[in-house]
């Protein structure tokens, strides 16, 4: 039986960070993955896919929309040829996970293929192709989640879909109807929109993307309808029914009036849920909480002194970025550091175009809270970087502590506001105030000025070029 210092149960973003980092800190470390490929969701079904067809979308939006404005002309008609843009993503993918097992063989990371099972608190059992059982002194539990349902519908994975089947559909749909108005549901719409399907998004909650900064939900809607989108907040979905290719959804609206919806594909994104099938967590006396997350303490330590767990089967944002965080976090506690995070510093990105972005504290929450604050706001359309590249949708707003000027929160929407926000992460990191951003130079012309003058705004009302 092979015996380890660390075994991670799982290779997505969290799994795979937390193996190599236990590797540079000298633990002899294995990772157990039951699918044949690893990276977990995010590389294989998540971030990575979405993003490729965003972007190849996004090119043919610009062809058919936007080049003959910029003196480009394309003679005969531009066709999208869907089964090439899949292809596109999947290499995509392929060159990723590919990248992942290079990782593993370079750090000399011991790599089991199958389901990893407790057999006690320093024993497991995969089951692959041949069961192998190994021995470790700790083990990190990263197994993700799963696409969440509503329990009246039957998810038939042809007509009723969840993310995992919208990235490989072999045709355009004609009407998709999605069913939650976050970031996954919004993203995936947007894919299709853009190749010509009539997109209708259903949230229950009063708003799309609730739970960022209203200001943002309010800006995104306004775009997202300007691109004929049909959104329909405050409507609660209360069946689903496919009838040979057609899907009827049916909603009550806010008056309590029903609504029908009729499409050819409907795609439910009403959020994620913790996986922890066949761990059998119980074995080795790991307690899970009534959502199925497995309880940590602030070292994400499980109940069991030797066990961890990262990432989305535990609690908070279900976050690639935050699960890597996470597996540093317990590899370096593992190896008798004392590292931290700032959940309130990990950064939420919608990567619709506009992309929208967002860290820290948003205005619902410090109005909640009794903190006294200003905010400065500066639109996108105002800078010359945004009105040369036709992006002129969006703002930056800084919310900044009324005293001290420390930033609390900063929440933009518009042209690269996914790697912008990175800017406000280092900030607030630093606890920097707006003052502070508001005397870096910025280069011009970018983007990120948008960042100085909605700083320059917050500090004393004075943005320069409004």
């Not at 199958?114 to 021995?135: L, M, N, Y």
């Amino acid at each position: 039986m092979n015996s380890y210092d660390v075994a991670i149960i799982g290779s997505g973003p969290g799994g795979y960070v937390a193996a190599i980092r236990c590797a540079q800190l000298g633990m002899k470390t294995s990772i157990i993955e039951k699918y044949p490929v690893l990276g977990g969701t995010c590389l294989n079904v998540g971030c990575i896919p979405s993003k490729a067809l965003l972007d190849s979308s996004h090119h043919y939006e610009d062809a058919v929309k936007h080049f003959e404005e910029h003196g480009i002309e394309i003679p005969g008609d531009i066709k999208v040829n869907l089964k090439q843009m899949i292809d596109r993503k999947q290499s995509v993918v392929d060159q990723t996970t590919g990248g992942i097992d290079y990782l593993m063989k370079k750090n000399n990371i011991d790599v089991y293929q199958g389901v990893g099972s407790f057999k006690d608190a320093t024993h497991v059992v995969i089951k692959g192709e041949k069961e192998t059982e190994i021995k470790a002194r700790n083990i990190i539990i990263a197994t993700g989640s799963k696409p969440s349902s509503l329990p009246f519908i039957n998810i038939d994975k042809e007509r009723i879909i969840t993310s995992t089947e919208a990235l490989k559909l072999t045709e355009i749909p004609k009407h998709l109807i999605v069913i939650g108005g976050g970031v996954i549901g919004l993203e995936l719409g947007q894919v299709y929109k853009r190749l010509g399907a009539e997109v209708s998004v259903i949230e229950y909650m009063d708003r799309i993307i609730p739970t960022m900064d209203a200001g943002l939900s309010k800006e995104l809607n306004k775009v997202l309808k300007k691109q004929k989108f049909s959104i329909n907040t405050s409507h609660k979905v209360k069946s689903v029914e496919r009838k040979g290719k057609e899907v009827i959804v049916k909603a009550d609206n806010k008056k309590g009036e029903e609504v029908t919806f009729k499409g050819d594909y409907c795609l439910v994104s009403v959020g994620r849920r913790p996986y922890t099938d066949g761990l059998n967590a119980e074995a080795a006396g790991v307690k899970l909480n009534d959502r199925g997350q497995v309880e940590v303490n602030e070292h994400l330590q499980t109940n069991v002194s030797n066990i961890y767990a990262i990432g989305d089967v535990i609690k908070g944002a279900m976050l690639a970025h935050k699960a890597s965080e996470e597996g540093t976090l317990v590899a370096e506690v593992i190896a008798g550091q004392k590292p931290h995070i700032d959940y309130n510093l990990i950064p939420g990105v919608v990567y619709t175009w506009p992309e929208v972005a967002s860290v820290g504290k948003t205005e619902e929450q410090l109005k909640e809270a009794g903190v006294a604050y200003k905010a400065g706001q500066f639109p996108m359309r105002a800078l010359g970087r945004s009105r040369a590249s036709m992006d002129l949708d969006g703002f930056v707003k800084i919310l900044a502590d009324e005293t001290t000027d420390e930033i609390l929160g900063v929440h933009m929407i518009g042209a690269r506001a996914a790697d912008m926000i990175a800017e406000a992460v280092v900030a607030m990191e630093y606890r920097a105030s707006a003052e502070d951003i508001s005397r870096m130079s910025h280069a011009h012309p970018t983007f990120a000025e948008a960042t100085k003058e909605a700083a320059l705004a917050a500090t004393e009302d004075r943005a320069l070029h409004i």
